[in-house]
């Protein structure tokens, strides 16, 4: 299986500007184009183990970043996206070029996949088990997903949970962890060992950093995970991690809340996030240090065995 780390930079930066680069982030095949540079760079280190294929393989999405034309290339220079021809986006500072790469991802597969129920959470798995993250930005999601991946946790996503309209199993599609300003150091401290971008200030959402996805999560992105815990996370300063059960309609509801396709799927919808429910244990989460965190994760787990 070629990969994004087997193309030397020349020939991952032809394809950029040639064909375009079919990448396949779990069940999705993207055909991304660029004449960047620093695109071939951030995708080299970011996404060395993920898989190419073939230039004549069907992509699911056609992107394509690049720079203004005219003088704007030169005067405060910007990126542009467009997905099949079409700009979805303002245009952003050239600077944050990576980031924009990795939200408009984020967007082609929440604004597309409608053949699963998407969640805005993050999932992680171990034995077996998935337990699903749903949560505004700003609750210490990313931070906890990143520890716990750090600490042997499967990743499946950090942003966007899958679930399977026919029979709510959950697909991975593990990209790049987001982290966002104080979290950055958070996780550097965690976690030394993982590899994180150079942090881009300024953007929309403060200064961001992603974290990459470990090799064995991506080596594994085609493996569905059965939820087993549906668990609303918040941070909280000083806090003591601890667990509270969430009825099963409020958990219903705030799961629709988080859902991107929740309403355009309609029953199908509905039936998917009521059998999600009925089949997995709820509760809001909060906790002020992950090392309390890791424990009562593991605790989850050890209550399956």
Same mark, same amino acid.
């Given at each position: 299986?070629?990969?994004?780390?087997?193309?030397?930079?020349?020939?991952?930066?032809? @394809?950029? %500007?040639?064909?375009?680069?079919?990448?396949?982030?779990?069940?999705?095949?993207?055909?991304?184009? &660029? &004449?960047?540079?620093?695109?071939?760079?951030?995708?080299?280190?970011?996404?060395?183990?993920?898989?190419?294929?073939?230039?004549?393989?069907? /992509?699911? !999405?056609?992107?394509?970043?690049?720079?203004?034309?005219?003088?704007? %290339?030169?005067?405060? +220079?910007?990126?542009?996206?467009?997905?099949?021809?079409?700009?979805?986006?303002?245009?952003?500072?050239? /600077?944050?070029?990576?980031?924009?790469?990795?939200?408009?991802? *984020?967007?082609?597969? &929440?604004?597309?996949?409608?053949?699963?129920?998407?969640?805005?959470?993050?999932?992680?798995? =171990?034995?077996?088990?998935?337990?699903?993250?749903? #949560?505004?930005?700003?609750?210490?999601?990313?931070?906890?997903?990143?520890?716990?991946?750090?600490?042997?946790?499967?990743?499946?996503?950090?942003?966007?949970?899958?679930? %399977?309209?026919?029979?709510?199993?959950?697909?991975?599609?593990?990209?790049?962890?987001?982290?966002? *300003?104080?979290?950055?150091?958070?996780?550097? #401290?965690?976690?030394?060992?993982?590899?994180?971008? +150079?942090p881009v200030a300024d953007?929309?959402?403060?200064?961001?950093?992603?974290?990459? /996805?470990?090799?064995?999560?991506?080596?594994?992105?085609?493996?569905?995970?059965?939820?087993?815990?549906?668990?609303?996370?918040?941070? =909280?300063?000083?806090?003591?991690?601890?667990?509270?059960?969430?009825a099963q309609a409020r958990?219903?509801? @705030?799961?629709?809340? *988080?859902?991107?396709?929740?309403?355009?799927?309609?029953?199908?919808? !509905?039936?998917?996030?009521?059998?999600?429910?009925?089949?997995?244990?709820? !509760?809001?989460? &909060?906790?002020?240090?992950?090392?309390? #965190?890791?424990?009562? !994760?593991?605790?989850?787990?050890?209550? %399956?065995?």
């Amino acid at each position: 299986m070629l990969t994004v780390g087997a193309l030397d930079r020349h020939t991952l930066a032809a @394809r950029l %500007r040639g064909p375009g680069l079919r990448l396949q982030t779990g069940p999705f095949i993207a055909c991304i184009r &660029s &004449s960047l540079p620093a695109l071939a760079v951030a995708l080299s280190r970011m996404y060395a183990d993920y898989p190419v294929l073939d230039e004549d393989t069907t /992509a699911d !999405f056609n992107v394509l970043l690049r720079r203004p034309r005219g003088l704007r %290339r030169f005067i405060k +220079p910007q990126v542009y996206f467009h997905y099949d021809g079409m700009e979805p986006f303002q245009p952003l500072p050239l /600077a944050q070029l990576y980031p924009m790469f990795e939200w408009a991802m *984020n967007w082609c597969v &929440s604004s597309h996949a409608h053949s699963w129920l998407v969640i805005h959470a993050a999932v992680v798995e =171990k034995e077996g088990a998935a337990v699903i993250l749903p #949560a505004p930005p700003g609750s210490g999601k990313s931070t906890l997903c990143a520890a716990l991946v750090a600490r042997g946790w499967r990743l499946l996503s950090d942003e966007l949970t899958l679930v %399977r309209l026919v029979d709510g199993q959950i697909d991975p599609v593990p990209r790049p962890v987001s982290l966002k *300003n104080a979290s950055i150091d958070v996780i550097r #401290a965690w976690a030394p060992e993982a590899h994180i971008s +150079p942090p881009v200030a300024d953007t929309v959402k403060g200064t961001v950093a992603h974290m990459c /996805a470990p090799g064995a999560s991506v080596a594994r992105a085609l493996e569905p995970a059965t939820p087993a815990w549906i668990v609303f996370p918040q941070w =909280k300063q000083g806090a003591p991690a601890e667990l509270v059960p969430v009825a099963q309609a409020r958990a219903h509801l @705030r799961l629709a809340e *988080n859902a991107f396709n929740y309403s355009l799927l309609g029953g199908a919808g !509905f039936d998917t996030a009521a059998r999600l429910i009925d089949g997995t244990h709820t !509760f809001d989460f &909060s906790y002020g240090a992950l090392d309390d #965190a890791m424990a009562v !994760f593991e605790g989850l787990l050890a209550g %399956r065995r």
